[in-house]
């Protein structure tokens, strides 16, 4: 089971860490995705990791403003966001899937453990 949590409302410009916590498994072995969702829209791929941080991608809308990182200790990956832009505004969701390779997966249809979503709402 992942739960995303970090959420909320920020000023444009402001950051938010997202953090995705995974119980009832051993989370060192997953890969991980961020995905989200805006209104209206498709879920589009924003950032992924592999199971031992040796490789991470980031989409170019949020290359250089969002950054990956996991720690395998505390079951947790997070996504910290910093530049953030009304655009950002989404349900974010956190994806995972048992894979010890160093390839990103970056596609949704990848992951068969999702989270439920935490809403980042970006004022302008």
């Known amino acids: 089971q992942l739960q995303a949590f970090g959420g909320g409302l920020v000023q444009a410009g402001g950051s938010l860490r997202l953090s995705c916590v995974a119980s009832?498994?051993?989370?060192?072995?997953?890969?991980v995705g961020w995905f989200r969702q805006a209104p209206g829209m498709e879920r589009e791929w924003v950032a992924s990791i592999t199971w031992n941080s040796d490789n991470a991608g980031y989409a170019d809308s949020v290359r250089v403003r969002f950054s990956i990182s996991r720690d395998n200790a505390k079951n947790t990956v997070y996504l910290q966001m910093n530049g953030l832009k009304p655009e950002d505004t989404a349900v974010y969701y956190c994806a995972a899937r048992e894979s010890t390779s160093s390839l990103l997966l970056i596609s949704a249809v990848m992951y068969d453990t999702w989270g439920q979503g935490t809403l980042v709402t970006v004022s302008s």
């Open positions: 009832g498994r051993t989370f060192s072995r997953y890969a």
